[in-house]
C-alpha cells in the first residue's frame, strides 16, 4: 500500500496520507513519496494547485516514532536534513498548496499545515505542537512558522506548554484560514482549489515567493524583487487575458502561462 493517495481532478492535484493505522504519521516512505509528487507538480504546467489532506480520523500525527529515543545523533541529523529536503521543495514550489485538515495535526503534522499556503480545517481538526510533551523543540519549521503566523508571545506559549488547539481557536488567533462543518471540508478545499486553478497560476507563483521570504527582506530589496516579478507577470498570457477580459467586462480565463 502507497502511502500517498493521489488523485487527479483537472488542474487540481489531491494527495492524501495514507497511514490510518498510526495516524498518518510520517516515516520515510511518505516523506519520499510526498518529495516525488512535489517534484512532478513542479515540471507539470498542467497541476495549478495541490491539495493535501489525510486518511482516517487524523491529518498527521507527526513524525513517526520508531527509533526515536534510541537514534545516534547521525541517524536525527539524516532524518530532519530528509524532512528539510521536502520542506524546501513545498515551499519554494511557485503554486499553492491546500492543507484540508481533517482530523489531529500533531507535532510534524502540525508543522505541515503551516507550511501550506492555505488551510481549511474541519470542525473536529486539532493542532499540537507536541514536541515538549517528548523532550524536543519543534522541527520541520515550526519555529519559523509561527511567530509568522501568531507572533512571538502566543508562540511561546504553544511550543511550551504543548497544549492542544481546537479548530476555532486555531482559526481566531491565526494559524489557519477557516474552519467548515466535518462533512462539507473536503467540498470547501475543492471550492479554493477550483478557484486557483482558474486564477493566474504565475502570478500566484511568484507572489508566494516573495511572501515567503518577505521577512528577511530589506525594504529596497523587497521593492527590486517586486519590481523584476511584476515585469515579468506583465508579459504573461494571462495578464494580457485579465486586461481584455476587463475591458470586454467578462470574466477572464486564465490558462496559468
Known sequence: MRALIVERKGSILTLKLNRPEVRNALDNTMRSELMEMFDA?????????????????????????????????????????????????????????IAAVNGA??????????????????????????????G?????GGMFFLPRLIGLVKSKELVFFGDT????????????????????????????????????????????????RSWNLDFETALQEELRAQVECSQSMDHKEGVKAFKERRPPKFIGG
Open 165 to 212: 488547539v481546537n479548530a476555532s481557536e486555531a482559526e481566531r488567533i491565526g494559524l489557519i484560514n477557516r474552519v467548515v462543518p466535518h462533512q462539507m471540508l473536503e467540498a470547501e478545499a475543492q471550492k479554493w482549489a477550483q478557484r486557483l486553478a482558474e486564477a493566474p497560476t504565475r502570478a500566484i507563483g511568484m507572489s508566494k515567493r516573495i511572501l515567503t
Open 41 to 97: 507538480a513542479k515540471g507539470d504546467e498542467t497541476v495549478r494547485v495541490i491539495v493535501l489532506t489525510g486518511v482516517g480520523k487524523a491529518f498527521c500525527a507527526g513524525g513517526d516514532l520508531k527509533g526515536m529515543g534510541t537514534d545516534s545523533p547521525e541517524e536525527v541529523a539524516n532524518r530532519l536534513s530528509k524532512s528539510h529536503i521536502l520542506l524546501r521543495k513545498m515551499v519554494s514550489l511557485e503554486k499553492p498548496v
Open 105 to 134: 495535526a500533531a507535532g510534524m503534522g502540525c508543522n505541515l499545515v503551516f507550511a501550506s499556503d492555505l488551510a481549511i480545517a474541519s470542525e473536529e481538526a486539532i493542532f499540537i505542537q507536541a514536541f515538549i510533551r517528548i
Open 136 to 140: 524536543l523543540i519543534p522541527d520541520f
